[in-house]
T-cell receptor
Framework: EDKVVQSPLSLVVHEGDTVTLNCSYEVTNFRSLLWYKQEKKAPTFLFMLTSSGIEKKSGRLSSILDKKELFSILNITATQTGDSAVYLCAAANAGGTSYGKLTFGQGTILTVHP | GAVVSQHPSRVICKSGTSVKIECRSLDFQATTMFWYRQFPKKSLMLMATSNEGSKATYEQGVEKDKFLINHASLTLSTLTVTSAHPEDSSFYIC???????????FGPGTRLTVL
């Protein structure tokens, strides 16, 4: 059974801190790894990673994938209170009837205090 | 781009009634849409995969006769919760995928409360 595990489950920091969120996966026919940010409503897309070792960056957020060790990290530098959210990672399946199916991790609840 | 809408955003109904939730991709064509359920403080659980013009593929443990999915066009999928019961109360989220991409774009979700 496909599995995605995130750590830590929750994290409390102060504004300006840097955080690293972890995601490990065991997925048959792995295709890509996606990161989402979920505030009060539905998740918003952050990154999709398909190649190992290539960092993707968007402002203060960056992410990288290691397909050999089966994990990804999401870094947030100079955190702000607006970064407070649940961060979800998901692994996409490439095989057969499961094509494109995303298996989600439990999420990391990030709280940034002023 | 890649906006997905969902309607209604919130619905309260009596036990035994049926509720229809619509999911639309507003600025792109989505050959595949997905329906998820999310319980408080939990992650998203995939319920079914909906391909335009064909029957939905349901995940194990999801009753296809209870959760009817129709994907009649490239921009619209509907989920009907039939004969809803209080245990069906949840946050239902749809997503749409652009052809040949793994990225799913999510709708804002529908909060269903069954009394």
């Amino acid at each position: 059974e496909d599995k995605v595990v995130q750590s830590p489950l929750s994290l409390v920091v102060h504004e300006g801190d840097t955080v690293t969120l972890n995601c490990s996966y065991e997925v048959t026919n792995f295709r890509s790894l996606l990161w989402y940010k979920q505030e009060k409503k539905a998740p918003t897309f952050l990154f999709m990673l398909t190649s190992s070792g290539i960092e993707k960056k968007s402002g203060r957020l960056s992410s990288i994938l290691d397909k050999k060790e089966l994990f990804s990290i999401l870094n947030i530098t100079a955190t702000q209170t607006g970064d407070s959210a649940v961060y979800l990672c998901a692994a996409a399946n490439a095989g057969g009837t499961s094509y494109g199916k995303l298996t989600f991790g439990q999420g990391t609840i990030l709280t940034v205090h002023p | 781009g890649a906006v997905v809408s969902q309607h209604p955003s919130r619905v309260i109904c009596k036990s035994g009634t049926s509720v229809k939730i619509e999911c639309r991709s507003l600025d792109f064509q989505a050959t595949t849409m997905f329906w998820y359920r999310q319980f408080p403080k939990k992650s998203l659980m995939l319920m079914a995969t909906s391909n335009e013009g064909s029957k939905a593929t349901y995940e194990q443990g999801v009753e296809k006769d209870k959760f009817l999915i129709n994907h009649a066009s490239l921009t619209l999928s509907t989920l009907t919760v039939t004969s809803a019961h209080p245990e069906d109360s949840s946050f239902y989220i749809c997503s749409a995928r652009v052809r040949a991409s793994d990225t799913q774009y999510f709708g804002p979700g529908t909060r269903l409360t069954v009394l």
